[in-house]
């Protein structure tokens, strides 16, 4: 079966991003397909390189880009919702005029209709938040 | 988002948006506002549910300037215009806060909490906000 997942909440607050990751990881250990996973609301701040977790704590950002470097995920960060929230590509900070920019490897910034297709293209589209 | 389109394009599935929170406070309600709107270029068979605080969203006279938030209540107006038409608020959460249909900015269909369950279960996709 062909999934997408969309996750809302951010990392550590909330236990949405935990849930999202162990069920994407579930999914492709039963064989099945992940279309892609769209970051929406809060759920953008995932896609940051910068986070330092203590290190007896899971590192929920280094989990999802070694997630999306075994299985070659479509991980995209809904743009808008990024721009709100200071998460920014290296095409986005040229674009915007940042200094710099911070996404994680395995993450990448595009438009709400990559959510849409999301879930027109999968069997299953699952939402994870609050 | 072009090619995205045209690949898509003869899919038309039930989309289901579900709005469960009230309009200020979260962020929740804009950034589900923003989906729909996007979204309707992609034409599917939209609805769009109102339940719990999420009613509130849809109340006439939202005036914001005090907690100097965007009011986008106006919005909602323009989604006809997006041909997302059916708009479906349940009874019972209506009830509970005391509003009337006639307390919402756009017409809307009411729909019992059963009623709305159907509709839940009759999408292909369901977003919920």
Request: aromatic letters at 8%.
């Amino acid at each position: 079966m062909k999934f997408s997942i969309m996750i809302s909440e951010g990392p550590y607050t909330h236990q949405a991003s935990d849930s999202a990751y162990l069920f994407t990881k579930a999914v492709l250990e039963k064989g099945h397909e992940i279309f892609r996973v769209f970051f929406y609301h809060d759920g953008v701040n995932n896609g940051t390189r910068l986070t330092t977790p203590p290190q007896d704590d899971r590192n929920i950002v280094k989990r999802w880009s070694e997630l999306a470097e075994a299985h070659k995920l479509d991980m995209v960060v809904c743009v808008a919702a990024a721009q709100r929230r200071g998460i920014v590509d290296p095409e986005e900070a040229k674009r915007n005029s940042k200094d710099t920019d911070n996404i994680a490897p395995g993450f990448h910034i595009s438009g709400l209709g990559q959510l849409i297709e999301a879930g027109i293209q999968a069997d299953r589209l699952v939402v994870f938040g609050d | 988002m072009s090619d995205e389109m045209m690949e898509d394009e003869g899919v038309v599935k039930k989309l289901g948006y579900v709005n469960r929170k009230a309009p200020y406070g979260t962020v929740y309600a804009l950034e589900s506002l923003e989906v729909v709107l996007i979204g309707a270029a992609f034409d599917q068979d939209v609805s769009v549910i109102f339940m719990d605080d999420g009613v509130y969203q849809l109340k006439k006279g939202q005036d914001t300037k005090a907690s100097e938030m965007k009011n986008f209540s106006p919005t909602y107006r323009a989604l006809e215009g997006y041909d997302v038409e059916k708009l479906y608020v349940e009874k019972e959460s209506m009830d509970t806060r005391g509003l009337s249909a006639d307390d919402l900015i756009v017409p809307v269909e009411i729909k019992s909490s059963e009623e709305i369950m159907q509709i839940m279960e009759d999408q292909d996709i369901i977003l919920s906000f």
